[in-house]
Structures are given as C-alpha cells and as structure tokens.
C-alpha cells in the first residue's frame, strides 16, 4: 500500500506518456494502476467487440427461419397439449373400455360420447 501511495506522489506533476514511461521502469511487484485500467479498456473493448459480432450474426439470420421459430416455440405447449389429451383417450377408451383403439380416430366415437355427455336427461 506504501509503495502505492509512493508512487501516485512522485507521479503528481507528470503528463501520462511520461507516467507510463516511468511505471514501465518500475520494479516487478509493482503495478501501475494506469496499466491496470489500459488493460481493463483494452478487455472491454475486444469484449464489446465479441458482443458485437455476436449481435450481428444474430441480426443476420433470416427472417423466415426466426418467423419459424417463434412458431415453433409458441406452439409447442399447446401440440404436447393435445398429444396428452389423445394419448389419454386412448388409452382410457382402449384399456379401461375395452374396445379397439382405432376407435377413437373416428368422428362417430366422438359424436355418439358427447351425446352422452350432454343428452337431455
């Protein structure tokens, strides 16, 4: 901590180039903090730079395929939905009812289950 303190004092009246010339002199162990934070720009930069190219190459894609899959992913609870649905009817109107299961796929099944359901009784 001294020999930071130490040095942002001999550093006071001095322009930056000559800062940076006088800190790249210094011993090892010690580390600039102008150093420090030239090294943090340059980070932010060629990371800004990936986040830009990523950005881009996003931005590319074609407009048909990202229509696609939004369909596709606005779509997909309501099809597991109805695949749920039938696989119970079948399997409730195969096992439980003890009739053929190709039954099900065909309109009169359903036709003649909601007269049932909701006859006049």
Not at 15 to 43: F, I
Request: glycine share 8%; with cysteine; hydrophobic share 35%.
């Amino acid at each position: 901590m001294e020999i930071k303190k130490q040095t942002a004092i001999e550093t006071e009246g001095v322009s930056r180039p000559e800062r940076k010339s006088l800190l790249r002199a210094a011993p090892d162990n010690v580390k600039a903090p102008e150093a420090e934070d030239d090294s943090r720009k340059q980070r932010g930069q060629e990371a800004g730079d990936e986040r830009q190219v990523g950005k881009n190459t996003r931005s590319k894609r074609n407009l048909g395929l990202r229509i696609l899959f939004w369909l596709l992913r606005k779509s997909i609870v309501p099809a597991l939905c109805i695949i749920a649905i039938l696989g119970g009817m079948y399997i409730g109107y195969s096992m439980l009812g003890k009739r053929p299961g190709e039954d099900i796929f065909v309109w009169d099944t359903w036709k003649h289950m909601y007269d049932l359901i909701f006859a006049d009784s």
